[in-house]
């Protein structure tokens, strides 16, 4: 423990308090001896860029609760089956980085129930860097990460029932459920008709607002 606080550049008290607090896992013992590991280093360094970024210490251990009990990235991903996403890796500081503070315990756990994240390892991975980006995007333009991910919620919901017409439709014509040119296709339809309906949503919109004063 010794050796380990001086790498961590923490007092040894503070890695021992850490430690009754279940904010780091017990050493793995041999005889009288306790090992401590590059793990241990790693979340320790983690517990303190959170703790300067302004998180609590209950919060802190509420975080490594929701991931140590969140699904890993092969059983969100699916071992062997096709994916055009890119999982990013990601420190639990980084994560927090990337939406402002608002990686409570609430969004994370329904993060991690969407599927958005899920742990490799001693790691976080968000399972697609587009949908990372955009994310963060709109928290930084002012939406809350809490409805941002409400709003993914319900977007799945009609994604998996567009995903099922054009599989259906492919089968029913084709004999093949996912040939080479599906998924472009898809893609294709889906982005002219989701660019008319918020062509249609925003023309409503000016016209049902409310009148403007004549000109003097």
Not at 107 to 117: I, K, Q, R, S, V
Not at 139 to 149: D, N, S
Not at 185 to 190: E, G, K, T
Not at 200 to 215: K, M, Y
Request: aromatic residues 4%; proline residues 6%; hydrophobic residues 35%.
């Amino acid at each position: 423990m010794e050796e380990l606080a001086k790498e961590a550049g923490i007092p040894v008290r503070t890695v021992r308090f850490y430690r009754e607090r279940g904010l780091i896992s017990p050493p793995r013992r041999e005889g009288r001896i306790a090992w401590y590991d590059e793990h241990h280093l790693a979340r320790l360094r983690t517990i303190t860029g959170l703790l300067e970024r302004g998180h609590t210490l209950t919060g802190i251990a509420d975080l490594a609760r929701t991931f140590e009990s969140g699904r890993d990235v092969a059983e969100v991903l699916g071992l062997g089956e096709p994916t055009e996403e890119t999982p990013v890796h990601l420190t639990p500081e980084q994560l927090a980085d990337y939406f402002e503070g608002e990686t409570g315990t609430e969004n994370l756990a329904a993060a991690l129930d969407l599927g958005y994240l899920a742990t490799d390892g001693d790691e976080i991975v968000h399972i697609s860097r587009r949908l990372l980006e955009v994310s963060s995007q709109l928290v930084r333009e002012g939406v809350p990460l809490a409805t941002v991910l409400e709003t993914g919620r319900r977007v799945r919901e009609h994604a998996d029932a567009l995903a099922e017409l054009f599989v259906g439709a492919l089968e029913s014509h084709s004999g093949e459920a996912e040939p080479p040119r599906l998924r472009p296709l898809a893609r294709a339809v889906m982005d002219a008709e989701l660019s008319m309906a918020l062509d249609r949503r925003l023309r409503r919109e000016n016209t049902d607002g409310p009148p403007r004063s004549p000109a003097p």
